[in-house]
T-cell receptor
Framework: DQQVKQNSPSLSVQEGRISILNCDYTNSMFDYFLWYKKYPAEGPTFLISISSIKDKNEDGRFTVFLNKSAKHLSLHIVPSQPGDSAVYFCAARTQGGSEKLVFGKGTKLTVNP | DVKVTQSSRYLVKRTGEKVFLECVQDMDHENMFWYRQDPGLGLRLIYFSYDVKMKEKGDIPEGYSVSREKKERFSLILESASTNQTSMYLC??????????????FGPGTRLTVL
């Protein structure tokens, strides 16, 4: 049962344009969401997070939006830069019962110069 | 900066061998984690530890064990390596908080191949 879904395995955008990475979840007990970025041959690095009590969180060029009714979150990167080319993982944490962190399968973003 | 280091970047072992993967963090974090990453499957939690000598099973603990004798070091042990354990292994650490699964800092990973 895949509770966190990143339905697009890859995404390609032009430098300077907006990148939108999407994540859907099924478990209504998720209360906190994180995005990680991973370059080849490196471990993931934390990018940005959002609590379920918010619908938006912004950090520089990165903004995460949460739509709880749709069980959907998205990461916006504006403007996109070639250095943003990486695999992006969405992760969601449960708060009830046994605490868990569930990762999506990742979306590979390519930003073309 | 938090630094999480893993003993090997690449490792090749034979089926049946006992394999040790070592992870060290230098930021005095209480929580440490071991994940494996496989194509098309994302990151899956094997084990985590929230204190010295404490451990809890993650989602896929079968075939693995762990050891945490010191706060900064968390070892993953494959008692008898099998080919289906060929994978990228990622260690992570995080600060103690009300929740265990907050922002985690990852090491560079160990790509293990079992022949």
């Amino acid at each position: 049962d895949q509770q966190v879904k990143q339905n697009s395995p890859s995404l390609s955008v032009q430098e300077g344009r907006i990148s939108i990475l999407n994540c859907d979840y099924t478990n209504s007990m998720f209360d906190y969401f994180l995005w990680y970025k991973k370059y080849p041959a490196e471990g993931p690095t934390f990018l940005i997070s959002i609590s379920s009590i918010k619908d938006k969180n912004e950090d520089g060029r990165f903004t995460v939006f949460l739509n709880k009714s749709a069980k959907h979150l998205s990461l916006h990167i504006v403007p996109s830069q070639p250095g943003d080319s990486a695999v992006y993982f969405c992760a969601a944490r449960t708060q009830g019962g046994s605490e868990k962190l569930v990762f999506g399968k990742g979306t590979k973003l390519t930003v073309n110069p | 900066d938090v630094k999480v280091t893993q003993s090997s970047r690449y490792l090749v072992k034979r089926t049946g061998e006992k394999v040790f993967l070592e992870c060290v963090q230098d930021m005095d974090h209480e929580n440490m984690f071991w994940y494996r990453q496989d194509p098309g499957l994302g990151l899956r939690l094997i084990y985590f530890s929230y204190d010295v000598k404490m451990k809890e099973k993650g989602d896929i603990p079968e075939g693995y064990s762990v050891s945490r004798e010191k706060k900064e070091r968390f070892s993953l042990i494959l008692e008898s390596a099998s080919t289906n354990q060929t994978s990228m292994y990622l260690c992570a650490s995080s600060l103690k908080g009300y929740f265990r699964f907050n922002e985690q800092f990852f090491g560079p990973g160990t790509r293990l191949t079992v022949l």
